[in-house]
């Protein structure tokens, strides 16, 4: 049984550690008493990209310090903590070990539950930290590195994904276009700083999939390849912003629309945004602006909330445990790929 269930003041260490950020967060009935990041964006960026195994190292020698240092800022004792949670899947299986072994060893030796967690489900869950007043149902537009999808959040639990990308990710086509015009990494900022400076004046692809909520960004991504490749053919001077600005239009067009589709054949009055590329200003702001003209409310957690981290995978948690839900075993492993509905 599940005793935790009702507990007033339940206290959740939270570890993630999926791709290139090693990260711990502490909280308490959900509110946030310390969440501490470590990123590898400066150490990835000279590769143009993540390097699994460079990241693996360096989540190993991080991730001590960095659950000490949420420990310490929280002001909680570890011995205070009533459940250990982990991101467990999906991510780089190398990256996740390192967090998996390490919250297995504390729940362990500290004899506390454990709560495997799905990263994707971490990321819609960060919405209930900054608006506790969201509630089920509601359409939940995932964008990250990894993963596109629109998801109809039915009850905490029940997670149905009704749109899903047919090849690349809405983040993953970011920082390949990026990558085409010679930008740093994490591409999707760098593509919207480029576009403020130009014009969305390049016609530009937009996939048609059998199912229409379904997302494709291959096309697009092609597009932009063919389009640069054909002005440096001829010799001519390639206005990477005007680029950059005819992409994310495009991108997020279509990231709108099916979103907002969701909701209104659904009759969804609620869509909540998750994910890295929900950092995006103009994502959030034309999403708002046709939203609303159909009377639909959007929410979308703050930036430091967007990118991966611990406060969320703690978030999560803590709903699982209010709703019941068993407890992972020490034989939680690592997984690459896990659906994007499977709550444990």
């Not at 339940?10 to 502490?26: G, H, Q």
């Not at 250990?84 to 998996?100: F, K, P, Q």
């Not at 990558?179 to 048609?208: D, F, H």
Request: proline residues 5%; neutral net charge.
């Amino acid at each position: 049984m599940n005793e935790l269930k009702h507990k007033q003041n339940l206290t959740v260490l939270a570890i993630e550690s999926s791709c290139d950020e090693t990260a711990c967060a502490v909280l308490c009935d959900g509110m946030v008493l310390s969440s501490v990041i470590a990123s590898q964006i400066e150490i990835h960026r000279r590769f143009g990209g993540v390097v699994p195994e460079i990241a693996s190292r360096n989540h190993t020698m991080s991730i001590s310090t960095v659950v000490s240092e949420a420990l310490e800022k929280s002001g909680i004792a570890l011995s205070d903590i009533d459940a250990i949670a982990v991101t467990y899947g999906a991510g780089l299986v190398g990256a996740l070990l390192v967090g998996v072994s390490f919250a297995k060893g504390l729940a362990y030796s500290l004899e506390k539950p454990l709560v495997g967690v799905n990263h994707i489900r971490g990321h819609v869950a960060a919405n209930y930290i900054a608006h506790p007043e969201l509630r089920p149902p509601y359409v939940s537009l995932i964008v990250s590195g990894g993963h596109t999808a629109v998801a109809i959040v039915r009850t905490y639990s029940d997670f149905e994904i009704i749109g899903s990308t047919c090849d690349d990710a809405a983040g993953e086509a970011f920082d390949k276009v990026a990558r085409i015009l010679g930008l740093p990494y994490p591409g999707g900022p760098e593509i919207e700083k480029l576009a403020l400076s130009g014009k969305p004046i390049i016609p530009m692809p937009l996939a048609k999939t059998n199912n229409p909520l379904d997302f494709s960004y291959s096309g697009l991504k092609t597009a932009v390849i063919n389009y640069v490749h054909n002005i440096e053919q001829k010799g001519e001077s390639c206005n990477k912003a005007d680029v950059a600005a005819s992409f994310q239009q495009a991108a997020l067009k279509v990231l709108i629309r099916n979103a907002v589709n969701a909701a209104v054949d659904n009759g969804i009055n609620i869509i909540a945004i998750s994910g890295g590329v929900g950092a995006n200003s103009e994502l959030r702001h034309e999403l708002e602006k046709i939203a609303t003209a159909k009377k639909i409310k959007v929410f979308y957690p703050p930036l430091s909330l967007c990118t991966d981290n611990a406060a969320m995978i703690g978030m999560e948690a803590t709903v699982h445990i209010r709703e019941g839900r068993p407890f992972s075993t020490l034989s939680l492993d690592a997984k690459a790929t896990i659906p994007l509905n499977k709550v444990f």
